[in-house]
């Protein structure tokens, strides 16, 4: 089995409102050190280990249902696990 | 500075409703091997150094705003950056 994780965020030029109303946040509980806080998603996935190419395959589930290519960028990480 | 990164999951014993949704489209995508999926939220924080108890001020920082406890897991992980 393979355990995939997926970090989605917004691309750098793209404004995160929800992480600036978070820092709000923050800041009003009197943590004024924290400079930025930018909202992503996140996504486990557990793929079954037959498929060959699961790179191509997790990229391709990214591209089409859990990241917006045009505002967002992922990256992700596969590990083998029992 | 630092860089924290926080990745907030439901506990395994929550439904994950859209984590749910997700894998039925993936599913239609023709991807039937992908067992499971679960969709959590993944935040990026910069951090001014000259704070000395940074994993304090993290842990108060998820259990007050980022995650809420009673449903959801975190962890999370730091790293110096320039």
């Known amino acids: 089995m393979y355990k995939v994780e997926v970090f989605v965020t917004y691309k750098e030029s793209i404004l995160d409102p929800q992480g600036e109303a978070?820092?709000?946040s923050v800041h009003r509980m009197g943590y004024n050190d924290v400079q930025e806080i930018r909202q992503g998603k996140y996504f486990e996935m557990k793929i079954e280990k037959k498929e060959q190419n699961i790179e191509?395959?997790?990229?391709?589930?990214?591209?089409?249902?859990?990241?917006?290519?045009?505002?967002?960028?992922?990256?992700?990480n596969i590990s083998e696990v029992e």
Chains 1, 2 share one sequence.
Not at 62 to 72: F, H, R, Y
């Open 56 to 76: 191509e395959i997790v990229e391709k589930i990214c591209d089409k249902i859990l990241a917006n290519p045009v505002m967002e960028s992922y990256r992700y």
């Open 22 to 24: 978070i820092k709000g």
